[in-house]
């Protein structure tokens, strides 16, 4: 019942390099307590550790992998370009402080494909 034929093969090959961007909203709101379960640790403190761990992770899956952090005040601004050491990326982490957050009632999405357009090399297709 496996089927007629061999395997088909993925469309896509397994664990390639990827270029991860987070983009973090910068609204004053990170400035507030993550929940009743967190103590006084602020949104930001909670987003940090967890993205730390999000890219500890993944760089033990593929050490090729980048990362790179966006921000998204009302128009959205380059903030680290792609490192694959998680070492690196956590200390840019860790420069975003409460002083880059501010309240905000929109955002230009648009501003986020120009963004990335500008700062990355499209992707060659698949042959």
């Not at 309240?103 to 992707?123: I, Y």
């Amino acid at each position: 019942m496996g089927g007629d034929g061999p395997a088909k093969a993925p469309p896509f090959p397994r664990n390639v390099p990827e270029k991860i961007i987070f983009c973090i909203d910068t609204h004053s709101a990170l400035n507030k307590a993550a929940g009743p379960q967190t103590g006084s640790m602020t949104r930001l403190a909670f987003l940090k550790a967890a993205l730390e761990t999000f890219v500890t992770t993944k760089h033990r899956m593929n050490p090729a992998h980048e990362f790179a952090i966006m921000l998204l005040p009302v128009d959205a601004m380059w903030f680290s370009g792609l490192v694959s050491n998680p070492r690196e990326f956590v200390t840019r982490l860790k420069d975003i402080d409460d002083g880059a957050l501010s309240p905000h009632a929109s955002l230009n999405l648009g501003s986020v494909f120009k963004e990335l357009s500008s700062q990355l090399a499209p992707a060659p297709l698949p042959t």
